[in-house]
């Protein structure tokens, strides 16, 4: 009974029995009032008859009537029809049912980790649409899988720059090739400071996007926090001959948020935007309000955004230069970081580029 041909055949008998036996069943019943009738009538056999032969030639009268007979044809033809039900339900329930045997054969194969398995959409519209979000699923979960290979391997890479460098200093320090002296031990502990900024780094992520970080809203005067941030990073930029500008207007409505992170956002963008402008560059951070909320945009004219790396920029560890050279990449978890903070604050974050050595632009957006 759990087969599906078995209740489509079922389920089409059913309805031929509904529309045909029933109404025939009455009809007979009708029928055999009437000839009772007859057969008991002053004209026919008496009532006082009975016996064998008196009811055989009832019935031989009934089925003789033509309306009987009628009857009878169409009781035939409605076995005809029952029988061609099972088939019709058997060979219509095999194509319905080849599609989600198909369907649970690539849900088993997930199931054991082979999400490269997809289905051919085909059959009826529902089935189409399993088909389709199932294919959907299929994908999503191939990427999150590939995401966190990805991520995994980008880990270990950046943990594995500065143990590397950790352990050949010690190693040089016991082989008596570098002395134990404050310059190295502060090399030392610059490379664990790395380390240790890459773990808080991954752990505000994880915190971000599990949506368990916890923020201390208060009003926010955005002039003064691009003014208290731009002062602390003039003398980085004034040493590497790079101009910073800043586009404020004379008032502000002010914004709920976070100050420490709102300003983690902007330090995350100035590094990026220094990291790549060149000596002699500008950037600019601009600041206006909009009817839905105000834009804070860091601009800068230096290395610029290929077209194709616009939509991934703010993924975790991606650089448009392939380079792993952390000096000149970074951990490629900034912007990352960056994005979930907008977003934690209910605001959104873009960027743009003209294209490769023209400049970038990064603009975040906070609601009133």
């Given at each position: 009974?759990?087969?599906?041909?078995?209740?489509?055949s079922?389920?089409?008998?059913?309805?031929?029995v509904f529309?045909?036996?029933?109404?025939?069943?009455?009809?007979?019943?009708?029928?055999?009032?009437?000839?009772?009738?007859?057969?008991?009538a002053?004209?026919?056999?008496?009532?006082?008859?009975?016996?064998?032969?008196?009811?055989?030639?009832f019935?031989?009268r009934?089925?003789?009537?033509?309306?009987v007979?009628?009857?009878?044809?169409?009781?035939?033809?409605?076995?005809?029809?029952?029988i061609?039900?099972?088939?019709v339900?058997?060979?219509?329930?095999?194509?319905?049912?080849?599609?989600?045997r198909?369907?649970?054969?690539?849900a088993q194969?997930?199931g054991?980790q082979?999400?490269?398995?997809?289905?051919d959409?085909?059959?009826?519209s529902?089935?189409?649409e399993?088909?389709?979000?199932f294919?959907?699923?299929?994908?999503?979960l191939e990427d999150?899988?590939?995401?966190?290979?990805?991520?995994?391997?980008?880990?270990?890479?950046e943990?594995?720059t500065?143990?590397?460098?950790?352990?050949?200093?010690?190693?040089?320090?016991?082989?008596?090739?570098?002395?134990?002296?404050?310059?190295?031990?502060?090399?030392?502990?610059?490379?664990t400071?790395?380390?240790?900024?890459?773990?808080?780094?991954?752990?505000?992520?994880?915190l971000?996007e599990a949506?368990?970080?916890?923020?201390?809203?208060?009003?926010?005067?955005?002039?003064?926090?691009?003014?208290d941030?731009?002062?602390?990073?003039?003398?980085?930029?004034?040493?590497?001959?790079?101009?910073?500008?800043?586009?404020?207007?004379?008032?502000?409505?002010?914004?709920?948020?976070?100050c420490?992170?709102?300003?983690?956002?902007?330090?995350?963008l100035?590094?990026?935007?220094?990291?790549?402008?060149?000596?002699?560059?500008?950037v600019?951070?601009?600041?206006?309000?909009?009817?839905s909320?105000?834009?804070?945009?860091?601009?800068?004219?230096?290395?610029?955004?290929?077209?194709?790396?616009?939509?991934y920029?703010?993924?975790?560890?991606?650089?448009?230069?392939?380079?792993?050279?952390?000096?000149s990449?970074?951990?490629?978890?900034?912007?990352?970081?960056t994005?979930?903070?907008v977003?934690?604050?209910?605001?959104?974050?873009?960027?743009?580029?003209?294209?490769k050595?023209?400049?970038?632009?990064?603009?975040?957006?906070?609601?009133l």
């Amino acid at each position: 009974m759990n087969q599906l041909w078995v209740r489509i055949s079922l389920t089409f008998v059913a309805i031929v029995v509904f529309l045909i036996l029933i109404p025939s069943g009455i009809y007979l019943a009708v029928q055999a009032d009437q000839i009772d009738s007859e057969f008991t009538a002053p004209h026919g056999i008496p009532e006082h008859s009975s016996g064998p032969i008196a009811e055989w030639e009832f019935y031989q009268r009934l089925i003789n009537t033509p309306n009987v007979e009628l009857a009878i044809r169409l009781l035939r033809i409605m076995l005809s029809i029952s029988i061609l039900g099972i088939l019709v339900g058997i060979i219509s329930s095999r194509g319905l049912a080849a599609p989600l045997r198909n369907l649970a054969n690539a849900a088993q194969a997930v199931g054991k980790q082979d999400l490269s398995q997809r289905i051919d959409i085909k059959g009826s519209s529902e089935i189409r649409e399993v088909a389709v979000a199932f294919n959907a699923m299929a994908e999503a979960l191939e990427d999150a899988d590939n995401s966190r290979n990805n991520m995994l391997a980008d880990i270990a890479h950046e943990l594995r720059t500065p143990l590397t460098v950790i352990q050949g200093n010690l190693r040089a320090i016991l082989d008596d090739v570098y002395k134990l002296d404050k310059v190295e031990v502060a090399r030392l502990y610059d490379q664990t400071r790395q380390l240790s900024r890459l773990v808080e780094d991954l752990h505000d992520l994880a915190l971000l996007e599990a949506k368990q970080f916890s923020l201390n809203l208060s009003n926010q005067n955005m002039i003064e926090v691009v003014q208290d941030t731009a002062a602390i990073y003039q003398p980085l930029f004034d040493d590497q001959g790079v101009k910073l500008v800043l586009e404020l207007p004379q008032s502000i409505t002010e914004v709920q948020g976070d100050c420490s992170r709102i300003t983690q956002c902007l330090n995350n963008l100035l590094n990026n935007a220094l990291r790549h402008t060149p000596r002699g560059g500008t950037v600019q951070i601009q600041l206006e309000e909009s009817d839905s909320g105000v834009l804070l945009a860091v601009k800068d004219n230096g290395a610029g955004i290929d077209k194709e790396h616009l939509p991934y920029v703010f993924d975790r560890f991606y650089r448009v230069d392939l380079d792993r050279n952390r000096l000149s990449g970074g951990s490629g978890l900034g912007l990352a970081i960056t994005s979930a903070l907008v977003h934690a604050h209910g605001g959104t974050i873009t960027a743009t580029s003209p294209g490769k050595d023209q400049g970038s632009e990064f603009t975040i957006k906070l609601s009133l």
